[in-house]
């Protein structure tokens, strides 16, 4: 079966060559339990992980302790928020309406335990208002939770702003930046908590880690075995430790080439299409947004019917995450969108896989379904 041309990085990535040559050791030859102190299988393994730690401390520029595994974002996410409010019942949480699920419904969640919870509006961008969170800052202690770039249309969150209003507010921040990996320079050092996956940087499924920044504390929502400082229990998954690491290795040593690489390709998208076919629309193109991910707006189609006649690439309308769901982009509509133009868009991602010539066969596709 010949596989359509992938247009859906920002869904997935393969993994890259050399993050498999580096956990296939750990697989068959070194397979042994960081948690066996008392031979060498579990002396290699303890070391591979204490190497990943290095490279992930490296990539963000936070502390070795400061890192905790686990199986994903999603996880992280989960981790961080409800851990943090059991232990701290008292402070209000402040998200985003444009948030992935993974951080929208713990929010919810956590609301019903009697937790103040806010979400702020966008604008037909999607960027928040700094004021309105200054404001919302004004009522009391806050855990503040935002993704550093949004999944669907690629627009980049303000966090060194946020992280600004610390010197006038007390809050406890906390950043989805799994999007931002491979794209934007990580610095930790003034963020309480930050969550991640690998597989979106040509790293491992089912793998991912949470930073906590060494002042705060949170309550464990896995127990058993007590390890990762009793704060994630459960045998560590060295090969995807150890591919984590390579990855964001890669991932950060090439972010200049990879920018330039990908947006080269998301400009002529975006100007052939409005180009050829007048009535698209870039959806949040007035804002600052990353090199790889485009959200281009078919006004008159339906993006369900568009996926399926454009058989020859792999795109997708929104979140691989939420993709079964028959409801409309939640984060288009919260940006004013309608229901028929948020169903009518579609969400284009680049990686290192794709060249000019995917683009040609994309625009050759679009223009027999689009006459």
């Known amino acids: 079966m010949a596989l359509p041309i992938y247009l859906d990085y920002a869904a997935t990535t393969p993994l890259a060559p ?32 204490d190497e990943s730690r290095e490279r992930i401390a490296k990539a963000f520029l936070c502390k070795k302790n400061e890192i905790i595994f686990t199986s994903g974002a999603t996880e992280s996410i989960n981790l961080a928020l409800k851990g943090f409010l059991e232990l701290n019942p008292n402070y209000q949480i402040i998200s985003c ?28 961008e999607g960027e928040i208002s700094l004021e309105e969170l200054g404001t919302e800052l004004q009522k009391g202690k806050s855990l503040v939770s935002i993704m550093w770039v949004n999944n669907e249309t690629g627009l980049i969150h303000p966090i060194s702003e946020i992280i600004k209003l610390k010197e006038k507010y007390d809050f406890v921040l906390h ?78 040593n090439r972010i200049a080439a990879f920018n330039a690489h990908c947006q080269k390709l998301k400009s002529r998208l975006e100007s052939e299409i409005l180009k050829n076919h007048p009535k698209t629309k870039i959806n949040a193109s007035n804002s600052q947004r990353v090199s790889n991910i485009s959200n281009i707006c078919f006004d008159g189609f339906d993006g369900e019917y568009l996926m399926r006649k454009l058989h020859k690439v792999a795109i997708s309308n929104g979140s691989a995450c939420n993709s079964a769901t028959t409801f409309p982009s939640h984060v288009l509509t919260a940006m004013g969108m309608n229901e028929s133009d948020a169903f009518a868009s579609l969400r284009f991602s680049f990686g290192w896989g794709n060249s000019e010539k995917d683009l040609e066969v994309l625009f050759e596709n679009l223009g027999s379904v689009m006459k």
């Open 18 to 49: 050399e993050v498999l040559n580096e956990m296939l050791p750990y697989f068959i030859e070194n397979f042994g339990n960081a948690g066996s102190r008392h031979h060498a299988y579990g002396w290699l393994a303890e070391e591979a992980v």
């Open 97 to 124: 309406a444009t948030e992935h699920k993974a951080t929208l419904e713990v929010v919810v969640d956590v609301a019903k335990r009697s937790i103040k919870t806010t979400f702020l509006e966008v604008n037909k």
């Open 175 to 252: 950043v989805d930046a799994t999007q931002a990996l491979g794209k934007i320079k990580m610095d930790f050092s003034n963020i309480d908590f930050l969550s991640f996956s690998a597989h979106k940087i040509y790293g491992p499924k089912g793998m991912g880690g949470l930073l906590i920044n060494d002042s705060q504390k949170i309550n464990p929502q896995i127990l058993g075995g007590g390890q990762q400082r009793n704060m994630r229990s459960g045998t560590l998954n060295i090969p995807g430790i150890v591919g984590m690491g390579k990855a964001l290795e890669l991932a950060n």
